[in-house]
């Protein structure tokens, strides 16, 4: 069964104190992580999609990097906009493209 | 512009009533998907559709019913609506490389 992890579940910064998110995953080959930003009351975000071990990603201050059993969101000196809710799934090589979301990481940036 | 919309955005209905949720995407998309989310908790698939006249139940067992009769139009349906139904449900499209593109979510409450 496919599994997300994500930790910590929640995280408070203070602006400009950079910090990483951690998403560690089993699936049964993986075809895809998927990074997402969700703000209270409203749909996921989409972020980043990451395939392979060794990938990175980059928007603005976020990071997303991928080994084989784990994935990290770097944020680097967030601002108080960057305060959401992060979430991570995963799409097996099943075939299909359901995808199984961990929890989220709760993120609250401090001005 | 593309985007996948969702009505209504709040509902509040009483115990043994009928109701529609309904999401539609000018995304070109021909996959869409509807999750449960309760606070603080994971998104769980409940149904998904591939394409017209095509649906298949999530992982989540739910007692909701849908219908994909036009590529950009994917309504949930309850028949008999009780408390244990009150949460967030939040819809989703994708293309084949497997990004999900979410609708803002409906909030229903079951008094």
């Known amino acids: 069964e496919d599994q997300v992890t994500q930790s910590p579940e929640a995280l408070r910064l203070q602006e400009g104190e950079s910090s990483s998110l951690n998403c560690s995953y089993t699936v049964s080959g993986l075809r895809g992580l998927f990074w997402y930003r969700q703000d209270p009351g409203k749909g996921p975000e989409f972020l980043f999609t990451?395939?392979?071990a060794g990938e990175e990603k980059e928007k603005e201050r976020l990071k997303a990097t991928l080994t084989k059993k784990e994935s990290f969101l770097h944020i680097t000196a967030p601002k108080p906009e960057d305060s959401a809710t992060y979430l991570c799934a995963v799409r097996p090589n099943s075939g299909y493209s359901t995808l199984t979301f961990g929890k989220g990481t709760m993120l609250l940036v401090s001005p | 512009e593309a985007d996948i919309y969702q009505t209504p955005r709040y509902l509040v209905i009483g115990t043994g009533k009928k109701i529609t949720l309904e999401c539609s995407q000018t995304?070109?998309?021909?996959?869409m998907y509807w999750y449960q989310q309760d606070p603080g908790m994971e998104l769980h698939l409940i149904h998904y559709s591939y394409g017209v006249n095509s649906t298949e139940k999530g992982d989540l067992s739910s007692e909701s019913t849908v219908s994909r009769i036009r590529t950009e139009h994917f309504p949930l349906t309850l028949e008999s609506a009780r408390p244990s139904h009150t949460s967030q449900y939040l819809c989703?499209?994708?293309?084949?490389?497997?990004?999900?593109?979410f609708g803002p979510g409906t909030r229903l409450t079951v008094t």
């Open positions: 990451l395939y392979s």
């Open positions: 995304m070109g998309h021909d996959k």
């Open positions: 989703a499209s994708s293309e084949s490389s497997g990004e999900q593109y």
